[in-house]
């Protein structure tokens, strides 16, 4: 056993197991294009597309009620056939799901229970690995809506891939739509992340086509959405302490949702421009930048909002203020007022919790060991010691597995 970990070899092994490996990626990838082929010859919808982190390159793998989850992989089913003048939201949404139970092998793996926004299925597990697909049925946005984003500043780069979703009521079962535009907030993560990236890129593709030859025979075979910049790395880091933090505690409802994570991280890494930093240093750099934010909870928050010059959150009057950047009318924080500001509450506690050094060169002690586990996972940070062949200094150490409880001693 060895008797040093050091920061490098931990994080290497933390990230091979919250990343979705190449040979799940491709299953992802088949059940995705089978549905896809299905929906696009059965349905009113005539473009789907990824949307989410797998769309982003961000994707972890969940966390829920004290283990690892199955993956969640987000699908646009998108038609350009119908408007929202032309058909109501509910309609088209039930033509979705009867297209999808005419397809037998996709009908067994419908959902009996319907989503706020979307269907859902079901794929069993390989290798105990699951996958949950939410299929999001859509129109295009109507030109009136477009404009207006446009009007409001955004470039129509971004404005122009905005569509209307169906959006149910969960106390009413009434149905409306609901403005939204995944592939410009794709689009503009991407635009952000395009610098990072680049200095990581040819490394990362040769080591992926070494080690995955019998998947990848060259290395322009192997997918961007396998590559990950620091930026993307930071994003993963926050969502899975974030789903660690939270998990089974009375404020779980409450916890930060991916997107306001993943939009935050960006904008600080596109203002910082820290195009060279290393995973550890951009960490560092925008935990303590959101750290700056957390004096807003307080009551003199007035006078601390205009020293914050760049207004990553911002809270006013009228409450809390997070914008989507391709839909300046979309204020992702805009519930953060409720419950005596339960979300913001959540959200700035967690931040304050954040240790933005991640340094662990040296610690190799049972504390350190038990320490990361909370922060990340038991049953993750167990395997990475386990394939580093590491052995936290203590009499005795217990490792759980993700199956069964079980000692081992030293």
């Known amino acids: 056993m060895k008797n040093q970990l050091t920061s490098k070899e931990f994080f290497e092994g933390l990230f091979e197991q919250l990343d979705i490996t190449p040979s799940q990626f491709e299953a992802a990838k088949q059940h ?172 990362q593709r040769e080591d992926f086509q070494q080690r995955y030859s019998h998947l990848y025979a060259s290395v322009e075979d192997v997918p961007n959405a396998l590559l990950k910049s620091p930026l993307q790395r930071v994003v993963q880091l926050l969502k899975r302490q974030r789903d660690c933090d939270f998990d089974g505690k009375e404020n779980e409802k409450y916890k930060p949702i991916s997107v306001i994570i993943t939009v935050l991280v960006s904008q600080i890494a596109k203002n910082k421009a820290a195009h060279y930093a290393s995973t550890a240093e951009l960490y560092e750099l925008i935990v303590n930048e959101l750290k700056r934010y957390v004096g807003l909870l307080g009551n003199d928050y007035a006078h601390l909002s205009p020293r914050l010059q760049e207004s990553y959150i911002f809270r006013g009057r009228e409450g809390w203020r997070i914008l989507n950047p391709v839909d300046p009318f979309e204020n992702f924080a805009e519930r953060w007022h409720e419950d005596d500001h339960a979300r913001a509450r959540a959200f700035f506690d967690w931040v304050a919790s954040l240790d933005a050094r991640f340094n662990l060169d040296g610690l190799d002690t049972s504390t350190s060991f038990e320490t990361l586990q909370k922060r990340f996972g038991r049953n993750i940070v167990t395997e990475v010691y386990q394939q580093k062949d590491f052995n936290p200094r203590r009499q005795e150490v217990v490792y759980l597995s993700s199956a069964h409880p079980r000692p081992y001693h030293y």
């Not at 896809?36 to 597309?49: N, P, R, T």
């Not at 706020?116 to 809506?145: K, Q």
Request: contains cysteine; charged residues 30%.
């Open 32 to 203: 995705y294009e089978a549905i896809a082929a299905h929906l696009s010859e059965d349905s009113l919808c005539d473009d789907v597309y990824v949307q989410g982190s797998f769309a982003l390159g961000t994707v972890i793998r969940p966390f829920r009620k004290g283990k690892d989850a199955d993956y969640d992989l987000d699908v646009v089913c998108q038609s350009s056939k119908v408007s929202k003048g032309t058909i109501k939201p509910k309609d088209l949404k039930d033509t979705v799901r009867d297209s999808i139970l005419r397809s037998p092998p996709h009908a067994r793996l419908l959902d009996s229970e319907e989503g706020r926004r979307c269907w859902t299925l079901n794929y069993a597990a390989r290798n105990d690995v699951g996958f949950h697909m939410d299929i999001l049925p859509c129109v295009v946005e109507s030109r009136d809506t477009v404009q207006k984003i446009k009007v409001a500043g955004l470039a129509p780069v971004y404005s122009d891939t905005a569509i209307a979703i169906t959006d149910r009521d969960k106390l009413t079962g009434s149905y409306e739509w609901f403005s939204s535009n995944p592939r410009g907030l794709a689009s503009w993560f991407r635009d952000i992340n395009a610098p990072y990236l680049s200095t990581y890129e040819t490394k």
